[in-house]
């Protein structure tokens, strides 16, 4: 609160946190001392394409800114050319949108309340829709950024799942990057090894070729070495015979030498290719070797780097696999769709579709990384922190998502996209053939996607290819379900899912289908894709139907004359009635149309969807009474019984596959069934998988949130209606007394009068009261008319003329609150007022017998008793007054708040009553903004207006969406009115205006408060607001032009600023001073150099100057036009409907104001680059004329239908022609009988009706004091009474011919009129049945409760169970066992309620079914006396010694205080809900686990209904029955008014008080009793015990009904408010007993005659 009070922003703007999408260099003004104008200048900065896209959402969410916006796209006559109309049409539109947007920045940064943009920024927010409709785009701001945020998120969550699935992606990558490395690694370090060993065998070859070359060259050698000595010992020896036998020696040896030679050439050879071999493989190894270095390196780090995944590899490759993001979703795609999104149930399609498999992806990685745990591949630690968020998952996850959870995890959403076609795919195609002229496109692109890899590479994955067969469902070929599913099955890829527990295959034979998990995840993916849903929900709102049919309690009491009646035979309506028309149907429906037939149909259609909403929500209002029950479904494709179809079971109506959804599968079909011919069998698979999809997610989904949608629309037109009816009480100007009516309020005003309220009490136990009020509406006198006084008895009536001669009021209002009382005390002091006005104006006047000295005196003696003195005014004044009837239901509610108590301490309830009359009457604004100041205990302001009769639907609505509403509609109307803020701090019943001033709210209306008390002085001027810092700027610029500063009280005689008492804002007469250029300007004053007090005299006088100068045209214009009308047309009686801003024309006004040219001004104004203010100098002219004028009317009297409602509390739903009714006849005359119906309404039975004969005399027929049950013929509201008849063709006749009421909406056009009939006969043959057997009963006596001649006089009464002729809502004619049945079968709604029958026990009693606690019914009996015949109630109810006057009073005081000690009891910390036995096993525990302490719980009493059970245990547990009364709590015959109180006492003498014993009644002496030893013990402590009491049993009257449910009652309206009764005298119980234990049984019954049968 402090906060609030000290920060400087609007109060009702402290907690909009609705942030601002405009351009975030547009910084807020800062507010100097006295104006904001230069805001207005830079709140049109550019204007950004977010702000743009803003403004056309909002203005195609409300239906009024639409209509403006698109309705300027119609020519009109004015434009010449179709250029002029193309650039007329988009200044208008583009005006529209800167109207929104501009209002939006003044909000959100010049923190500018509506209701000040709305009056003072009309120059800039040009638009007048948009100006009225400144709440609704404050709302629709908060919803866009709610839709954007969403979006946000959304789009975030689209990116998570997409990363995620990615990084798997890569992640498989990665393995297979390793695994390529592996193998890279072998084959180099192969290729190595071959290396290796080749360059060894090169090595070894050359080795040897070198060793074998050297050993050649080592033989030559040495044979050389030989042949030479061979050579020189032949020659020596010349041995010719060896070369004659060998032959030529040397030849042959040369032959040899060349062979060699060419060997070792060649080996040369050879060891230089080798060498030149080895060279090249010795560099081929090491390359092999840098290779194999290379690849173990890489290799090594993958491994160290990916360690996981490569432990895992096969479990990731699963999971991509089964995941299958190619079939369910593209990221680029979604994230387009998602900025498209206009529509927050669009955007959380998206999500709930992300989320749908979001929860499938988890299930996979969770089941699959949970089969690598149980095989040992995780240590403990990974294993705790999975289980861990496991754990978390499972405890946010949906557990309707189970059974698809499970299904994914077993991979079969890869086995089902084998043969189903893509939910993405789905929505694309569904959403083209029905949103674009040529349908579907088969070469259609899915747009690429941006990719991220682990290694933050951005990549571009392929876009889709276009091939049209992936836009159709894969064919599975050459295979039918059956075989597929079994190879499948064979291959591990699909898992046969283990069936329910319990169920047997031949009970449930789809269990056996291996594909039934395949196509619920199938059905589900695709009952999610949020293009799907979108498109099918519009297809069902275009089909959808809405149907009611009453309950078993809605056919017993909905009659023709019922509330509800119309409502429950509603069949198959279309529910696009209760929303907005298609857009695409809405303008085919207008193509052609001219201007007016358009805005005609709009208006028609908002029309429509009105009464259809309003309609809606008093189905749900019958609904929550168990009347009816509503089904929202598509066409049922076959009904049944036609005639009696609302008999059908609740699953006929809940059952999807009686709905004729036809028009959702054929577009499915279209879309998701191949195009190609496929077989039939995998045909019928995909139509089960849509027909899945329809009956078990989308419909039951549909048809809740249309529901939803229903209740949201109805709630929404319902609390703008209840906003509008308390507007239109809050603008119902003051009671304007009728000697002004003959003027008009512009010339005279209304002005503060003294006014009278009249309270007439309508308990007859309460004085009624009259109050004198002031002209501020202070309590100046009061006179009270005690009980069974009239205002003109002969004591009273001297009074009452006195008293309203002290006070001489310009009216005396009575409250209607006393019904018929009140019309009668009205009348009356309407002849008193006579007498005293008389009085009044005739003293002056000398009686003929009166001589000079004795009219002297007598005067003297006149002025001395009523207060006159020679200075006083009204010695010449002219005293005139009436009479009038008032609404004060206002005031009933003051009389009974808390601030009436507060103001009024020690005043009793009707004289508070009296004196909110009178102050309603001078101000009902001001009564209803002080209704709104009181603060509930959660410091919730305005929880009082709840209690106004404001809407018929006002119960059933969210309070804190109607408390704001409530809130705008006195903002709306406070800143018309204007508060005078000097009076408003004075006097409480006029701060409540301070408010609902803007910039203001109750808590800153109070600091305002409290700074003038503290600074012990007024506000003379508006200026002194900010300068003694009162208010902050911001909070200054909005509230300083609707605070009045006028010359009362302490003012009175100051000088204060003419402008300070009308709309002008100070920036025009302040800050700027064209309002006084303006006046001078008007009266060619020149402008003048002096300063000071001479030029603020000089600027005073002009601006009084030019005020009178208008106010005299004002009055010349109304004298015109009055002797013009009167000179044509007569006398003329409308005067006071002249209204000068109306009915005068520009041209007639002749004011010197209106001589100037004003729009020139402006434009000047607008060229020096100072805003636009064309507005505030048109005001300027207006405030001169009527400063400050009040736009309300003056309160029109009470016509005829709302006054027979507030006298008589009754409407034409309660009381019209052919309702039944009961009575008592109060008299008879010589034309008929004069009947008093209940409440009070007068009824007449005329002698022609009195029977279907002839009839003589009334008497014959019916005698005083008989109660009759009639059918009236005619309400006569101008006489406050019905006729009625008792002919039986009037009992005979059909309800439905009376006719309908003309106030009362017509019935539906989609109402079953047929079983309406129907149903209205059988009631009529259970009416006609009860008819005759009441006749019985009465043994065919007359009415009058005589028994005919043919019976003995002295014949005992029939035992058996006499009718009563009652049509109280809570009473039953029936037994016993009947009544339970109703209970048994109304559920736990009537908790709390009581039904009456007769007693089945004793003839002249009653028995009260009071069901207490769901299950448990007591059944109380109720004394009859003062009966008027066997078939009437007692005039007289008795309970025990307690008398009740009638069924509602004891309802009242009897079973609603026993309603109000059981909420309390049930409601009390130490109230336990368990059984008797388990609360003393609880207590043993307790007193086991703390020996030294005393526990103790409060329990229902088992064996006795209605009585509590006190536990306790000390040493061991023990208990007290404790009764319930009205007025508290009973123990040991003592009542104690709290539960809290009782436990004290029990704290203190645990085992109960002790009872004073009654004196003997002997005479002898007794001896002296011992004086008591035991006291008061501590609580806690051991304690001496005291003798044990006993709790009084039941009372003997009582008996309890079986165990049972309750049933709905059709009392379900609340009794009347009746003052308490004296103290409750508690039920009488037995004498206390010394033995411990429960209570004894209760007596037997009381005995009876042996004639009469229990």
């Excluded at 997409?162 to 990558?173: C, K, N, Y």
């Excluded at 999610?528 to 275009?542: G, K, Q, T, V």
């Excluded at 039904?1395 to 299950?1415: E, Q, T, Y």
């Excluded at 368990?1474 to 329990?1499: I, R, T, W």
Aim: net charge negative; proline share 6%.
């Amino acid at each position: 609160d402090d906060q609030i009070r000290m920060k400087d922003v609007p109060e009702r703007f402290f907690d909009w946190n609705t942030p601002f999408h405009g351009p975030s260099s547009f910084d807020s003004h800062t507010h100097d001392t006295t104006t904001t104008t230069t805001t207005i200048t830079t709140i049109t900065a550019d204007i950004t394409e977010e702000e743009e896209e803003e403004a056309m959402w909002i203005l195609g969410r409300i239906p009024n800114i639409a209509s403006e916006f698109f309705s300027a796209t119609l020519p009109t006559e004015l434009k010449k050319n179709e250029n002029d109309e193309q650039e007329e049409v988009e200044r208008k539109q583009r005006n529209i949108l800167y109207s929104i947007i501009y209002a939006l920045r003044f909000m959100h940064k010049d923190k500018y309340e509506p209701e000040f943009i709305r009056t003072y920024r009309r120059d800039i927010i040009s638009s007048p829709a948009v100006r009225d409709s400144l709440y609704a785009i404050m709302d629709e701001d908060a919803k866009w950024d709610h839709m954007i945020q969403s979006r946000t998120k959304v789009d975030q969550m689209l990116s998570d799942i997409s990363e995620g699935v990615r990084s798997e992606e890569a992640r498989t990558m990665e393995q297979e990057n390793v695994r390529s490395l592996r193998i890279s690694l072998k084959h180099a370090q192969s290729k190595l090894d071959e290396s290796l060993l080749e360059e060894t065998n090169l090595t070894h070859q050359i080795a040897q070729l070198t060793q074998d070359l050297n050993h050649d060259s080592s033989n030559d050698k040495d044979k050389n070495t030989k042949d030479k000595d061979a050579k020189d010992k032949d020659e020596d020896d010349d041995d010719d015979d060896d070369d004659e036998l060998f032959g030529d020696d040397d030849d042959d040896d040369d032959d040899d030498d060349n062979t060699k030679i060419k060997n070792k050439e060649e080996k040369r050879e050879k060891i230089q290719s080798l060498d030149s071999h080895l060279k090249t493989v010795k560099e081929l190894v090491k390359a092999c070797a840098d290779q194999v270095t290379r690849t173990a390196t890489d290799l090594k780090a993958a491994e160290a780097t990916h360690t996981d995944m490569i432990n895992s590899q096969s479990d990731v490759i699963q999971i991509t696999k089964r995941i299958s993001r190619s079939k369910l979703w593209n990221t680029a795609d979604y994230r387009q769709y998602l900025s498209t999104l206009t529509e927050h149930r669009h955007v959380m399609d998206v999500y709930g579709y992300l989320n749908l498999l979001k929860e499938g992806n988890s299930a996979i990685r969770s089941k699959t990384f949970n089969n690598n745990n149980n095989n040992g591949n995780n240590d403990d630690a990974t294993q705790k922190d999975k289980d861990a968020k496991n754990d978390k998952n499972k405890r946010s996850r949906r557990f309707d998502w189970d059974y698809y959870r499970t299904c994914t995890s077993e991979g079969l959403r890869s086995v089902c996209y084998k043969f189903a076609l893509s939910p993405n795919r789905v929505g694309i195609k569904l959403e083209d053939n029905l949103t674009l002229p040529n349908g579907f496109s088969w070469d259609k692109l899915m747009p690429q996607e941006d990719g991220t890899n682990t290694n933050t590479n951005t990549t571009k994955i392929e876009a889709t290819p276009s091939d049209p067969k992936d836009w159709e469902p894969p064919l599975v070929e050459e295979s039918d379900p059956r075989t597929f599913a079994s190879d499948m099955v064979g291959s591990g890829e699909l898992i046969l899912l283990s069936t329910a527990h319990g169920e047997t295959d031949d009970a449930h034979p789809e269990l056996l289908d291996p594909l039934r998990g395949c196509r619920y995840v199938a059905a589900m993916e695709l009952a999610f894709e949020p293009r799907i849903r979108r498109h099918l929900r519009a297809i069902y709102r275009l089909n959808a139907v809405l149907t009611t049919r009453p309950t078993k309690k809605g056919l017993d009491s909905i009659d023709y004359f019922h509330e509800f009646y119309g409502l429950h035979l509603l069949r198959q309506k279309p529910i696009k009635d209760h929303f907005p028309m298609d857009e695409r149907e809405a303008e085919l429906r207008k193509t052609g149309l001219s201007l007016e037939e358009r805005q005609m149909l709009d208006e028609e259609t908002k029309r429509r969807e009105r009464d259809s909403c309003l309609q809606f929500m008093n189905l749900l209002k019958a609904e929550r009474s168990n009347h009816l029950k509503i089904h929202i479904h598509l066409p049922y494709t076959d009904q049944g019984d036609d005639a009696h179809w609302y008999k059908q079971k609740d699953d006929f109506f809940n059952s999807r596959e009686m709905q004729d959804h036809s028009c959702l599968m054929t577009e499915l079909e279209k879309v998701y069934l191949p195009s190609n011919d496929d077989s039939t069998e995998w045909n019928d698979e995909r139509r089960k998988i849509l027909r899945l999809a329809l009956t078990s997610i989308l419909l039951p989904q549909f048809e809740a949130e249309t529901r939803r949608d229903l209740r949201e629309a109805s709630t929404k037109i319902a609390i703008d209606a209840a906003g509008k009816n308390l507007q239109r009480m809050s603008m119902e100007g003051p009671y304007r007394p009728s000697h002004l009516l003959g003027e008009n309020r512009f010339i005279q005003p209304t002005g503060d009068l003294k006014i009278v309220g009249v309270s007439v009490s309508s308990d007859s136990r309460d004085a009624s009261y009259l109050a004198a009020l002031s002209e501020r509406g202070e309590l100046t006198d009061h006179l009270a008319i005690p009980v069974g006084t009239q205002v003109d008895d002969p004591k009273m009536r001297e009074k009452v003329i006195t008293f309203l001669m002290h006070a001489r009021p310009a009216a005396i209002l009575v409250g209607t609150h006393g019904g018929l009382s009140s019309r009668l005390v009205s009348r009356k002091l309407g002849d008193l007022v006579t007498q005293a006005t008389e009085r009044w104006n005739n003293r002056g006047i000398q009686g003929q017998d009166e001589d000079d000295d004795e009219f002297q005196e007598k005067q003297k003696q006149f002025e001395l008793m009523y207060n006159i003195h020679d200075d006083d005014e009204e010695e010449d004044f002219e005293w005139k007054c009436n009479v009038d009837l008032i609404d004060d239901n206002v005031s009933q509610l003051f009389g009974r708040s808390v601030r009436g108590k507060k103001e009024f301490p020690e005043a009793s309830v009707n004289l508070k009553c009296a004196i909110s009359i009178a102050r309603h009457a001078k101000d009902p604004l001001a009564e209803l903004c002080y209704a709104w100041s009181v603060a509930s205990d959660m410091g919730t302001f305005g929880t009082e207006m709840l209690f106004l009769n404001i809407h018929p639907l006002q119960q059933v609505l969210p309070k804190s969406i109607l408390l704001r509403e409530y809130e705008r509609a006195l903002c709306h109307a406070v800143a018309q009115v204007g508060v005078d803020v000097n009076l408003a701090c004075t006097f409480d019943h006029l701060h409540g205006l301070l408010s609902f001033v803007p910039g203001f709210g109750p808590r800153k209306a109070a600091s305002l408060k409290q700074s003038l008390v503290r600074t012990g002085g007024v506000v003379a001027s508006r200026k002194d607001l900010l300068a003694k810092r009162f208010l902050g700027p911001v909070v200054y610029s909005n509230a300083v032009a609707f605070i009045r500063i006028r010359s009362v009280g302490a003012l009175e005689n100051k000088s204060l600023h003419p402008l300070d008492d009308t709309r002008l804002h100070p920036d025009v007469y302040h800050r700027h001073n064209w309002a006084v250029k303006i006046a001078k300007d008007a009266f060619e004053i020149a402008e003048t150099s002096e300063s000071g007090a001479d030029k603020e005299n000089e600027t005073y006088t002009a601006l009084r100057d030019a005020m009178q100068d208008s106010k005299s045209q004002v009055k010349a214009l109304f004298l015109a036009t009055k002797e013009e009308y009167e000179h044509v047309h007569g006398r003329w009686d409308d005067v006071g409907k002249w209204d000068p801003k109306i009915n005068v024309p520009s041209e007639r006004w002749q004011d010197k104001v209106e001589d100037l040219d004003l729009e020139t001004f402006a434009e000047m104004i607008e060229t020096n680059n100072m805003g636009k203010w064309l507005s505030h100098l048109i005001m300027i002219k207006w405030e001169f004329r009527l400063p400050f004028e009040d736009p309300r009317k003056p309160m029109e009297p009470l016509d005829r239908e709302v006054l027979f409602q507030l006298i008589t509390g009754e409407t034409d739903q309660t009381l019209c022609a052919g309702k039944e009714v009961t009575g008592k006849v109060a008299r008879n005359t010589e034309f008929g009988s004069r009947i008093k119906l209940e409440g009070d309404v007068p009824g007449f039975i005329p002698l022609r009706n009195l029977a279907d004969g002839h009839v003589e005399s009334a008497e014959d027929i019916v005698k005083v004091g008989s109660v009759i049950t009639a059918i009236i013929t005619e309400v006569k509201k101008d006489h406050m009474c019905c006729d009625l008849s008792l002919k039986s063709e009037d009992f005979l006749r059909q309800p439905s011919e009376w006719g309908r009421p003309k106030s009362l909406p017509p019935l539906d056009q989609f109402f079953d009129k047929h079983s309406a009939s129907l149903l209205e006969a059988d009631m009529n043959k259970e009416r006609e049945a009860r008819m005759a057997a009441l006749q019985l009963t009465l043994k065919k006596t007359r009415i009058d409760g005589n028994e005919s001649m043919d019976v003995d006089q002295n014949e005992k009464r029939s035992s058996r169970v006499t009718r009563r002729a009652c049509a109280h809502p809570a009473f039953r004619n029936a037994r016993n066992d009947e009544v339970l049945k109703e209970l048994k079968e109304g559920g736990e709604s009537m908790v709390g309620e009581a039904l009456i029958r007769p007693s089945s026990k004793v003839a002249d009693c009653l028995a009260v079914n009071w069901m207490f606690r769901p299950g448990i019914i007591k059944v109380i009996e109720v004394s009859e006396e003062d009966k008027d015949n066997d078939a009437s109630i007692g005039n007289t109810l008795k309970i025990k010694d307690e008398a009740y006057g009638s069924i509602d009073e004891l309802l009242a005081r009897y079973i609603s205080p026993l309603n109000d000690r059981v909420e309390e009891a049930i409601n009390h910390r130490k109230f336990s809900k368990l059984s008797e036995d388990h609360v003393d096993e609880k207590l043993k525990q307790m007193k086991k686990a703390n020996p030294a302490g005393v526990f103790y719980y409060l329990c229902w009493n088992e064996k006795y209904p209605g009585y509590l059970s006190l536990r306790y245990i000390i040493n061991t547990a023990r208990h007290h029955a404790i009764g319930l009364a009205p007025d508290g709590f009973v123990w040991f015959r003592k009542t104690y008014p709290t539960l809290d109180k009782l436990l004290n006492a029990f704290k203190i003498n645990p085992r109960g008080p002790s009872t004073p014993s009654m004196p003997p009644k002997s005479s002898k002496p007794q001896p002296p009793s011992r004086p008591s030893e035991s006291r008061a013990p501590r609580w806690g402590a051991r304690s001496i015990p005291a003798p044990p009491s006993v709790p009084p049993p039941p009372p003997t009257n009582t008996y309890v009904a079986p165990v049972t449910a309750v049933a709905a009652s059709g009392w379900n309206q609340p009794p009347p408010a009746l003052p308490p009764l004296p103290n409750y005298q508690p039920m009488p119980s037995h004498p206390p007993t010394n033995s411990w234990g429960p209570p004894p049984p209760p007596p037997p019954p009381p005995t009876y005659p042996p004639n009469l049968h229990h």
